[in-house]
């Protein structure tokens, strides 16, 4: 039975750093990709970054390009979603997803519980 999950979340301040992971069980990374998301209150989830099954290509949505980094560890079956530079707009509660590409919600199977984040002075 797959099971996915996240920790790492919590309050930092604008321009802090958090790193996120989501270890998987029951799958293999090697299996399908994984991604992250992200729902700010009253907004849709959105598609913050993917890596497929190999960890050869990564995705991320333009408002985090060269600010968070998506990565793996295939021996511990984790991801993580390095942030950095963090801003009040990245506030949210974030899931990591499994067997799916893309970032839209709808192409992925397999939903974590979320970790909050929160962005804030």
């Known amino acids: 039975q797959l099971k996915l999950v996240e920790s790492g979340g919590g309050l930092v301040q604008p321009g802090g750093s958090l790193r996120l992971s989501c270890e998987i069980s029951?799958?293999?990374?090697?299996?399908?990709?994984i991604g992250w998301f992200r729902q700010a209150p009253g907004k849709e989830r959105e598609g913050v970054s993917c890596?497929?099954?190999?960890?050869?290509?990564?995705i991320y949505t333009a408002s985090v390009k060269g600010r968070f980094t998506i990565s793996r560890d295939v021996a511990k079956n984790t991801v993580y979603l390095q942030m950095n530079t963090l801003k009040v707009e990245d506030t949210g509660v974030y899931y990591c997803?499994?067997?799916?590409?893309?970032?839209?919600?709808?192409?992925?199977?397999?939903w974590g519980q979320g970790t909050q984040v929160t962005v804030s002075s």
């Open positions: 997803a499994f067997k799916g590409w893309g970032l839209l919600a709808r192409g992925w199977t397999y």
């Open positions: 029951g799958f293999s990374l090697d299996d399908y990709g």
């Open positions: 890596i497929n099954n190999r960890g050869m290509d990564a």
